[in-house]
């Protein structure tokens, strides 16, 4: 059980690099990677903010709630 980021998702359907996501986030792309990845083990509640702002979209379609984490 565990928690899937669909970063990678969401940033394809919207066509938008990780180099543009940063510098519209405002958070340096290796903590992007981190989180696209499923390597960081936490996310400010700002952050989540900006990112659903940049990419037009709401928690649910960044974050999902899985009984099986994709690696």
């Given at each position: 059980?565990?928690i899937?980021?669909?970063?990678?998702?969401?940033l394809a359907?919207?066509?938008?690099?990780?180099?543009?996501?940063?510098?519209?986030?405002?958070?340096?792309?290796?903590?992007?990677?981190?989180l696209?990845n499923?390597?960081?083990?936490?996310?400010?509640?700002?952050?989540?903010?900006?990112?659903?702002?940049?990419?037009?979209?709401?928690?649910?379609?960044?974050?999902?709630?899985?009984?099986?984490?994709?690696?």
């Open positions: 059980m565990g899937i980021v669909n970063l990678d998702v969401v359907k919207r066509k938008m690099s990780v180099t543009e996501l940063s510098e519209k986030v405002g958070i340096t792309m290796a903590n992007i990677s981190n696209k499923g390597k960081a083990k936490a996310i400010r509640f700002s952050t989540l903010e900006k990112l659903c702002e940049v990419l037009e979209c709401q928690p649910g379609d960044i974050l999902e709630y899985g009984l099986t984490s994709i690696k």
